[in-house]
């Protein structure tokens, strides 16, 4: 069983609507990061979380300690948010421990 | 623009050969880590340098090997190649070291061992 679990792994949306990611660990953590990344390869930081929730723009991460569960929810989804979101976890060292993440698209 | 770049972006190898990939961060980040992602994979944690030495290791194997350089780049070497190599290779920095800070990320290495 991996540390950090993501559901769904691939995901389809019309465009305007809302779209919510999940990621569950097993492992004491420092902090959570969503990741984005395109299909070029190159990975871009949404959100480092250490608890409560985050906004910014049409997305929003959210995070229980102690559920061990965070998500990640884009409102009003667009094509161009289609990538692959992956989320990772800080085990208590800069190291990062990642879910094999989730494959959205965004259709017009 | 995360402000770390990566060089080359693209790489072919035949199995056997060594290979060399380079990560230029940003200034002050003093902590640098590189990650081997295989098609259709989450990123797997390589090692990570800190100050130019090691500060921690993944289940890798000794023929992969690191740098970091005063002037905030890094290497990542592998010797030795083999198919299972291929994958893209990335390398993340940032400023502290103990984990909780924003990760900045290149562009990736995309290597093809054949």
């Known amino acids: 069983k991996n540390e950090v679990e993501q559901s769904p792994q691939n995901l389809t949306a019309q465009e305007g609507e809302f779209i919510t990611i999940n990621c569950s660990y097993s492992v004491g953590i420092s902090a959570l990061h969503w990741l984005q990344q395109h299909p070029g390869g190159g990975i871009v930081s949404l959100f480092m979380?250490?608890?409560g929730k985050k906004k910014h723009g049409r997305l929003i991460a959210t995070i229980n300690i102690q559920e061990k569960h965070s998500s990640l929810h884009i409102t009003a989804s667009h094509p161009r948010d289609s990538a692959v979101y992956i989320c990772?976890?800080?085990?208590?060292?800069?190291?990062?421990?990642f879910g094999t993440g989730t494959r959205l698209q965004v259709f017009p | 623009e995360t402000g770390v770049t990566q060089s080359p972006t693209h790489l072919i190898k035949t199995r056997g050969q060594q290979v060399t990939l380079r990560c230029s961060s940003q200034?002050?980040?003093?902590?640098v880590s590189w990650y081997q992602q295989a098609l259709g994979q989450g990123p797997q944690f390589i090692f990570q340098y800190y100050r130019e030495e090691e500060n921690g290791r993944g289940n890798f194997p000794p023929r992969f090997s690191g740098l970091q350089f005063p002037n905030y780049s890094s290497e990542l070497n592998v010797n030795a190649l083999e198919l299972d190599d291929s994958a893209l290779y990335l390398c993340?920095?940032?400023?502290?070291?103990?984990?909780?800070?924003?990760?900045?990320f290149g562009p990736g290495t995309r290597l093809l061992v054949l």
């Open positions: 979380l250490s608890s």
């Open positions: 993340a920095s940032n400023a502290q070291r103990g984990g909780g800070e924003t990760q900045y």
């Open positions: 990772a976890v800080n085990h208590n060292t800069d190291k990062l421990i």
């Open positions: 200034s002050g980040h003093n902590t």
